[in-house]
Nanobody, 111 residues
């Protein structure tokens, strides 16, 4: 199983980023996927969930209305579109699926 995140970076407050996670080594379309994040000095937090078909999603309250999780099962990729970013969204974002974790991608929200 391999999960490779991309799309992180430095963005100003109010800006947007789209994270991608390319999956391989398992039948992607059969598994739910999640995005977690870990901010400095804090525990990892589940940010968003999507079921195997993409028809069901859920979010931590702090990102509802700002983040959207989606997936393309033909491309074995899950996405996290982030809008109206805040400094408190600064964290390493991890893609998780089939009990495996990616290495993460850094998102920094700062002016």
């Amino acid at each position: 199983v391999q999960l490779v995140e991309s799309g992180g970076g430095l963005v100003q407050p109010g800006g947007s980023l789209r994270l991608s996670c390319a999956a391989s080594g398992f039948t992607f379309s059969q598994y739910a996927m999640t995005w977690y994040r870990q901010a400095p000095g804090k525990e990892r937090e589940l940010v968003a969930f999507i079921n195997s078909s993409g028809g069901g999603t859920d979010y931590v309250d702090s990102v509802k209305g700002r983040f959207t999780i989606s997936r393309d099962n033909a491309k074995n990729t899950v996405y996290l579109q982030m809008h109206s970013l805040k400094p408190e969204d600064t964290a390493v974002y991890y893609c998780v699926g089939r009990r495996s974790w990616g290495r993460g991608t850094q998102v920094t929200v700062s002016s």
